[in-house]
């Protein structure tokens, strides 16, 4: 079954970076559909307008109602319809997870300061943001939507597991890699990498993996939790760190 990202902009043209590459053979393909829609093409106003001033005052304009509602329902199934937005959760793998299994999805990219509340109470189930920052539009948190939600659905990579190997799949950062020459430089690709002995080179990974996590992201250890089998093998990497890798364990 083909799943379709419908796209709501006043910029169509600037989804060509999701229509190249992996996505670009999985639209081919017909595993996923971009349907882009020009939200200008609905406005009422003889100028083609989308966007108007607060009402109460304040900087800038906001998108208005209409044509983002009109555009909406031309839709033939909007499915869940998503506003990208700096007020929403922030997006991760898990949410992730949870969106591929929607066969259609609708994206609505805000410009200007924002857009009419009217609208979220309209046609929008959920708020989404991809970090808390400010970006000029919702188009480049669509494309990260659309490219991070199309890599979970079947076919998309060329390895059916591939995704499950990344960095957040499993809560933790994905370990180091490494690939020709085996020196480079004094550097050596670790032994274990080369010894041919699959458990032994999954367990290193699992340590590296916990390690980078706990280095860089502790944030999200203290989120997933460890094993006392993995605090064990992270201790065998940080053997002076006992009292701090304990209040990971759950």
């Keep these: 079954m083909m799943n379709i990202f419908n796209v709501l902009t006043i910029f169509p043209d600037i989804f060509a970076p999701v229509e190249s590459g992996i996505l670009g053979r999985a639209v081919k393909s017909g595993l996923i559909k971009i349907n882009k829609v020009n939200i200008r093409d609905f406005s009422k106003n003889k100028h083609k307008n989308t966007d108007d001033y607060p009402y109460g005052g304040g900087e800038g304009m906001l998108m208005t109602a209409q044509p983002v509602i009109d ?60 970090g808390d920052y400010v970006i000029s539009g919702g188009e480049t948190a669509a494309m990260i939507i659309i490219d991070s939600v199309s890599r979970m659905l079947p076919g998309v990579l060329g390895n059916a597991a591939g995704h499950r190997n990344e960095s957040h799949f499993s809560g933790l950062l994905e370990s180091p890699q490494y690939t020709r020459p085996e020196e480079y430089e004094g ?17 290193f990974k699992h340590v590296k993996s916990l390690s980078e996590t706990y280095l860089k992201r502790p944030d999200m250890l203290e989120k997933r939790g460890i094993s006392e089998k993995e605090a064990a093998m992270l201790l065998s990497e940080y053997p002076d760190n006992y009292n701090d890798m304990m209040k990971y364990i759950k």
Excluded at 72 to 81: D, N, Q, Y
Excluded at 104 to 122: A, K, P, Q, S, V
Excluded at 187 to 203: M, Q, R, T, Y
């Design 187 to 203: 550097k050596f690709v670790p032994k274990v990498l080369l010894s041919g002995n699959h458990a032994k080179i999954e367990e």
């Design 71 to 130: 555009a909406w329902k031309s839709l033939k199934c909007p499915g869940k319809t998503i506003f990208l937005s700096p007020k929403g959760k922030v997006l991760d793998q898990a949410k992730c997870i949870e969106l591929s299994k929607e066969n259609n999805i609708t994206l609505l990219c805000g410009r200007y300061e924002g857009i009419d509340e009217r609208i979220i109470g309209t046609i929008i189930d959920e708020e989404i943001s991809i």
